[in-house]
């Protein structure tokens, strides 16, 4: 039995990890609920096809809730903090906020102080891993701060809360850093079939890298045709990536670097793809070379 006071759980935003955690979490009697005034038809459809319950505003939202999972772009997650933090101390539900957003560590202590200005219950988390779903990982909510207790509570077959103390901003630095490796590699995969489609030498390049590195193929095989669906979302996640490393004392340039290749393959015609669409077209990496490639020449135009 789940104790009763942390039964209703509030999802904000409904796109794919925030649908497939709300799907679970119904799925396990959790009373799960978000808001989908001015989210996309996108969301909108993700939400419905899971059947969590809409409420009409956030203020209903959070007055409703026994614990609030911010799981936005990074970009929004500061704004969606300023104004649901206060709706939570407004309605008195002295629900838990907890930070679930691809952002540094000090964006999340950032993001704790305005919690702590309204006594409202913080928690940092950081998620790691696909939506859940038969047949895959469990996905991985790291969390830190004082109230592990309670988000562990939402562990379930296919969500795993794994503990990394009482520290606010321990559970983002996790996914930070590993974020960096798996979509920072992805970037600089990326950059490099592009530089050498520039140069000229783009068919070798992977002609090579199939035969001496397979599993490098492999890999992009399965990630180069759809990762400009998610481009515009890592934009922000590779410049709070960036501050991460800088604060750490390491270059922040990296990433930066892969900023600015998400940035181009948003403007991609596969970026106004779903994930789930550009899979199902079976790109081959040529294909989806060529229309990078593409993409470049327009932005090399325009400069």
Request: proline share 2%.
């Given at each position: 039995m789940h104790q009763r006071n942390l039964n209703r759980i509030a999802i904000i935003g409904a796109g794919n990890?925030?649908?497939?955690?709300?799907?679970?979490?119904?799925?396990?009697?959790?009373?799960?609920?978000?808001?989908?005034?001015?989210?996309?038809?996108?969301?909108?459809?993700?939400?419905?096809?899971?059947?969590?319950?809409?409420?009409?505003?956030?203020?209903?939202?959070?007055?409703r809730a026994d614990m609030l999972l911010s799981i936005v772009p990074p970009s929004a997650a500061m704004t969606v903090a300023r104004e649901i933090v206060p709706l939570i101390r407004e309605t008195a539900s002295k629900a838990l906020y907890v930070e679930c957003n691809a952002v540094a560590p000090s964006t999340v202590h950032e993001i704790a102080k305005i919690a702590a200005s309204h006594q409202v219950g913080f928690q940092d988390a950081g998620i790691v891993g696909a939506p859940p779903r038969a047949g895959r990982l469990p996905v991985r909510f790291y969390t830190s701060g004082p109230h592990g207790d309670a988000l562990r509570q939402i562990a379930t077959e296919r969500i795993d809360?794994?503990?990394?103390?009482?520290?606010?901003?321990?559970?983002s630095a996790m996914k930070m850093v590993y974020a960096s490796l798996n979509k920072g590699t992805n970037a600089l995969r990326a950059a490099a079939i592009l530089v050498a489609e520039q140069l000229?030498?783009?068919?070798?390049?992977?002609?090579?890298?199939?035969?001496?590195?397979?599993?490098?193929?492999?890999?992009?095989?399965?990630?180069?045709?759809?990762?400009?669906?998610?481009?515009?979302?890592?934009?922000?996640?590779?410049?709070?990536?960036?501050?991460?490393?800088?604060?750490?004392?390491?270059?922040?340039?990296?990433?930066?670097?892969?900023?600015?290749?998400?940035?181009?393959l948003s403007d991609s015609p596969i970026a106004e793809e779903s994930r789930d669409e550009a899979d199902a077209k079976k790109r081959s990496l040529d294909e989806v070379t060529d229309i990078y490639y593409r993409t470049l020449l327009d932005h090399l135009g325009r400069v």
């Open positions: 990890m925030g649908s497939g955690v709300a799907a679970e979490l119904l799925a396990n009697g959790f009373d799960v609920a978000t808001c989908l005034k001015g989210r996309s038809q996108r969301s909108r459809k993700l939400a419905a096809g899971v059947g969590v319950r809409n409420v009409g505003d956030n203020e209903t939202l959070a007055a809360v794994k503990m990394l103390g009482t520290e606010i901003g321990r559970a000229g030498v783009g068919e070798d390049l992977r002609r090579e890298v199939e035969q001496s590195l397979p599993d490098v193929h492999t890999s992009m095989l399965k990630r180069m045709p759809n990762i400009a669906c998610d481009a515009e979302r890592f934009t922000g996640e590779m410049r709070e990536i960036a501050a991460t490393y800088k604060a750490a004392g390491v270059t922040p340039r990296f990433h930066e670097g892969a900023k600015w290749i998400y940035e181009l």
